[in-house]
C-alpha cells in the first residue's frame, strides 16, 4: 500500500506542475508589446522608499534624472526609512531636478510594516493620480517610466513591469539572473492567463484612485512583505480594472543579484512568509502543490534508496519534465524580453533550485529574516 501512494502521490504532483507551467506558457503566448508612444493624461507619482542605500542611492537618482519623460507631468518622491548610513545625507546635498523631493518617515508612523509604512507615507504626501513604485537600490533605462505607465489605459488598474538581476563574474550572480528571470516569465504568464499571483515592487504602477478603493495595505500591515503582490491581487479580486504586464525592453528595471548565500536566503524566505496569507485561498492550496511537487523531489532519491529503488525512475521522470517544460517558458520569456545567453546556466539553476525552494519554503513559515539590518517577524 505504501509503495502505491509513493507512486500515485508524485504522478498526482508531477501533472499538476506540468498543469501549472502550461498556464504561464499560454499566458506568455497571449501577451503583446506594450507600446510607449501614447502616455496617460494624469499625473505620476514616483514613490522609492530606501533604508541604508548609501552605495545605490546617488546613481539611482542619476537614472531618475535621466528619465524622458516631461518634467512637468510627474514627481519623484524619496522616502527615507529610518536609515542608519548616510543615503539621507547624500540625496539631501545631490542636485536635484525642482519635481525630486525627499521626506522621511517620522518614527511615530506605522511602527510596524517597515517598507509599507514607507510607500504610504510616499503616497500620502503624492500629488499623482497613478502611482509608480521602485527601489533605491535599482536602475533604470531613460525610457522606463514612459514604458511603464504607456501600458495604461481607462480599463487597467494596475501595470507589472519586468526586473532583471545584473550578473558580475561568478557564477552565484549567473545562477541567480536566470532563476530570477524565471520568476519574472512566471509572474508575466499569470498576468497574461488573467491570472495575477506575483510582481515586484521594483517596477510596478497602479491608480491611486483604485489603491484607496481597495483601502491599500490596510489588511496586511502585520506582513513586512506584500506591497506588490498582495495589492496587485487584491485589485484583481475586489474591482473590475485589469491587471496588465509591460512588455517592453525599456521598461526593465535593473538591479544587482545578491552577493552572498545568506543574503539570497534572507530574501527568499521573506518572498515565501506572505504566501499563506494571499486572500484567495484555492491560490494558496495551488501554492502548496507546487510546494509539495518541489519536496517531493527531495523524498523520491531518498525513498528510492531505503524502500525501492524504482522510484528513482519517478524522480528522474519528474525532473526532466520540469526541465522541459520549464524551458520551454526560458525559450518563450527570453524571446520577448531577455537575452538566450543566460540558458547555458539552465542544468545548474535546475539543480540549485529545488533545495532553496524547499528550504526557503519552510523557514518562510516561521517568518523571522533579517531586512536591511532589521529583524523582522514575518
Known sequence: MLNIYLILIPIFLLLYYLYFLSAILKGLNKLSYSPSNKLPGEFISIIIPFRNESDNILMNLESIEKQNYPKDKFEVIYVNDSSEDDSLEKLLYANKSSNVKVISVPDEFLSNAHKKRAIRYGIENSLGEIIVTTDADCT??????RSLVGTFDEETGFVSGPVEFMENDSLFSKLQKLEFAGLVFTGAGLIGNDRPTICNAANIAYRKSIYDKVNGFDD???LSSGDDELLMQKIWKETDYKIK??????????TDANESVKRFYDQRKRWASKGLFYADKLLVVKLILVFLFYLNLVILPAAAVLISINLFSLFLLSFMLKIIFEYKILIKGTELLYGKDLLKYL????????PYIVIAGISGLFGNFRWKGRKVKR
Open 347 to 354: 542544468i545548474l539553476a535546475e539543480i540549485f533550485q529545488i
Open 220 to 222: 496586511h500591515l502585520n
Open 140 to 145: 533604470h533605462n531613460s525610457n522606463w517610466l
Open 245 to 254: 504586464f509591460c512588455l517592453n525592453r525599456d521598461a526593465i528595471v535593473l
